[in-house]
């Protein structure tokens, strides 16, 4: 159950990096858009104060035609006292009628590029909302599935280990009971040795004649009775293991772990372990 177990946080803990790195992808072009939105803004501004300059001409014209009607521009005509000055007050007219359309085109073209650069802000929100909140969601679920897995394993990491202690109080119970003479032979010192590992997946049978399989509890020792019952400590981890085989035969190594040993450890390669001895 512990390889599945493991291989289960080691995947949602592939997932919860990807989450984290499409997250802080994501978040830097959010930074990018909130730069186009601040340069779109200010777009906007500049059209809007256009926009306000145009109808600010317009009502300024509306306001000088209602005060002097038709008879205005009839007036202007009239009061020349020449052909030359007729045709340079019918010019003055024709330029004021062109200004005039001139700013009545302006203040529609400003208007209709302030509505694009409107919309145009409000897609740039938009999407930058929607890719936020997705991306807050898949890491979120992500977190939440490494928290579960990584939960699960450390659970049966403690019940494997408390069925080891357990099963090793009892045996320890019945040897007692057994020969109440003898006792317990065991140091109960803690001590530092070299240890190394048999493979997750080995099947085999030890020197004790014990079959060892991939879950097994057992170690292998050159020299301690088969039987013997060892608590080890490793990176904050402790599991009760039986001696059942001999070895490591490689100097410089103390003990060669079993497989459901270093699995409970979560114990890999060759390096120091804790180690005391309960019962011989």
Same mark, same amino acid.
């Given at each position: 159950?512990?390889?599945?177990?493991?291989?289960?946080?080691?995947?949602?803990?592939?997932?919860?990096?990807?989450?984290?790195?499409?997250?802080?992808?994501?978040?830097?072009?959010?930074?990018?858009?909130?730069?186009?939105v601040a340069a779109a803004s200010a777009e906007l501004d500049r059209i809007i104060a256009d926009q306000t300059?145009?109808?600010?001409?317009?009502?300024?014209?509306?306001?000088?035609?209602?005060?002097?009607?038709?008879?205005?521009?009839?007036?202007?005509?009239?009061?020349?006292?020449?052909?030359?000055?007729?045709?340079?007050?019918?010019?003055?007219?024709?330029?004021? @009628? &062109?200004?005039? *359309? #001139?700013?009545?085109? !302006?203040?529609? /073209?400003?208007? +209709?590029?302030? $509505? =694009?650069? %409107?919309?145009?802000?409000?897609?740039?929100?938009?999407?930058?909302?929607?890719?936020?909140?997705?991306?807050?969601?898949?890491?979120?679920?992500?977190?939440?599935?490494?928290?579960?897995?990584?939960?699960?394993?450390?659970?049966?990491? @403690? &019940?494997?280990? *408390? #069925?080891?202690?357990? !099963?090793?109080? /009892?045996?320890? +119970?019945?040897? $007692? =009971?057994? %020969?109440?003479?003898?006792?317990?032979?065991?140091?109960?010192?803690?001590?530092?040795?070299?240890?190394?590992?048999?493979?997750?997946?080995?099947?085999?049978?030890?020197?004790?004649?014990?079959?060892?399989?991939?879950?097994?509890?057992?170690?292998?020792?050159?020299?301690?009775?088969?039987?013997?019952?060892?608590?080890?400590?490793?990176?904050?981890?402790?599991?009760?293991?039986?001696?059942?085989?001999?070895?490591?035969?490689?100097?410089?190594?103390?003990?060669?772990?079993?497989?459901?040993?270093?699995?409970?450890?979560?114990?890999?390669?060759?390096?120091?372990?804790?180690?005391?001895?309960?019962?011989?």
């Amino acid at each position: 159950m512990a390889t599945p177990l493991a291989d289960e946080v080691a995947i949602d803990r592939a997932a919860l990096d990807a989450a984290t790195a499409r997250y802080n992808e994501v978040q830097a072009q959010a930074d990018a858009i909130d730069a186009q939105v601040a340069a779109a803004s200010a777009e906007l501004d500049r059209i809007i104060a256009d926009q306000t300059v145009y109808q600010h001409r317009l009502q300024t014209r509306v306001v000088a035609m209602y005060r002097s009607g038709d008879a205005g521009a009839l007036e202007l005509l009239l009061g020349a006292s020449s052909l030359p000055e007729l045709t340079r007050r019918l010019d003055v007219i024709d330029r004021m @009628a &062109r200004q005039d *359309a #001139e700013n009545i085109e !302006a203040l529609k /073209a400003a208007r +209709a590029a302030a $509505a =694009k650069s %409107a919309e145009e802000l409000m897609a740039l929100q938009a999407g930058q909302a929607q890719a936020l909140e997705a991306v807050t969601q898949e890491l979120d679920r992500a977190k939440r599935e490494f928290a579960n897995s990584s939960a699960a394993l450390r659970e049966y990491e @403690a &019940r494997v280990a *408390a #069925e080891a202690a357990r !099963a090793a109080a /009892a045996k320890a +119970a019945q040897q $007692a =009971k057994a %020969a109440p003479d003898q006792g317990l032979t065991g140091s109960g010192e803690w001590q530092v040795g070299v240890a190394s590992h048999y493979g997750y997946n080995f099947t085999g049978k030890g020197a004790s004649g014990e079959v060892i399989g991939p879950y097994s509890m057992m170690v292998a020792h050159k020299t301690l009775p088969f039987g013997t019952l060892v608590e080890f400590e490793y990176n904050g981890k402790r599991a009760v293991a039986r001696v059942a085989d001999r070895g490591p035969f490689i100097p410089g190594r103390d003990w060669d772990l079993g497989p459901g040993v270093a699995r409970v450890l979560g114990f890999s390669g060759v390096r120091q372990v804790r180690y005391r001895i309960i019962s011989q």
